[in-house]
């Protein structure tokens, strides 16, 4: 009796990553690489056809954000198990990318036996992780653990203007208020946000959404 071969899709930018990919995978006697692409549309509509089992899908593509993409895949074939393959270490991107319905995260310098495990734990069922992004995933930053700042109108006034690099002088001039009291609002969005600087301000904000 046969066993059925664990259909794979591969989804990069890069044909020399894919090369490398169908490479490693070749040591897979049970995989079968049915299809591979470099723009996420012409993958999504092959996708969406022939709906294969597992697919190793890059986040940055030319057409189409990976995230965005693996959204829309979700949707459209939820049965579908996606594994993010990325050089992108950002906890946040990770989280979104999850967020989006992949059943996992993988970096591009996985090995091939990590790869081949990956491919066999989701389509199993399983969430799998190499191992940097467990390690990543366990240990947010400093942001992702406190609550989102309460902030007034005007405070949310100065921080815009702080972010594009107005000066205190060019921010009082703007809201015709005194530098002093500028001051005052750039402390207090310091302390709310426990940042010492400008640049660790506006990453906050951002992470925040503020900005």
Request: charged letters at 25%.
């Amino acid at each position: 009796m046969s066993i059925s071969k664990i259909s794979v899709v591969i989804v990069d930018d890069h044909s020399i990553v894919i090369e490398g990919l169908k490479s490693l995978l070749e040591h897979g006697h049970n995989l079968d690489i049915t299809a591979h692409f470099t723009m996420g549309k012409p993958a999504f509509e092959f996708i969406g056809k022939e709906r294969p089992d597992v697919i190793l899908l890059d986040i940055n593509l030319p057409d189409i954000n990976g995230i965005d993409l693996c959204r829309q895949i979700k949707e459209a074939v939820p049965e579908t198990k996606i594994l993010a393959l990325s050089n992108y270490t950002e906890r946040n991107i990770i989280m979104q990318m999850l967020q989006s319905g992949a059943n996992g995260y993988m970096l591009k310098n996985i090995s091939g036996q990590g790869l081949l495990n990956g491919i066999a734990a989701v389509q199993n069922g399983e969430i799998y992780f190499s191992r940097e992004i467990n390690e990543i995933i366990g240990n947010p930053s400093r942001f992702e653990l406190k609550e989102v700042p309460r902030l007034t109108k005007r405070e949310k006034q100065v921080l815009a203007l702080v972010a594009e690099g107005k000066t205190t002088t060019e921010i009082a001039d703007i809201l015709h208020v005194s530098p002093l009291t500028i001051e005052t609002h750039r402390r207090n969005l310091h302390y709310k946000f426990q940042v010492r600087n400008v640049a660790e301000l506006v990453m906050a904000a951002t992470k925040c959404q503020f900005l």
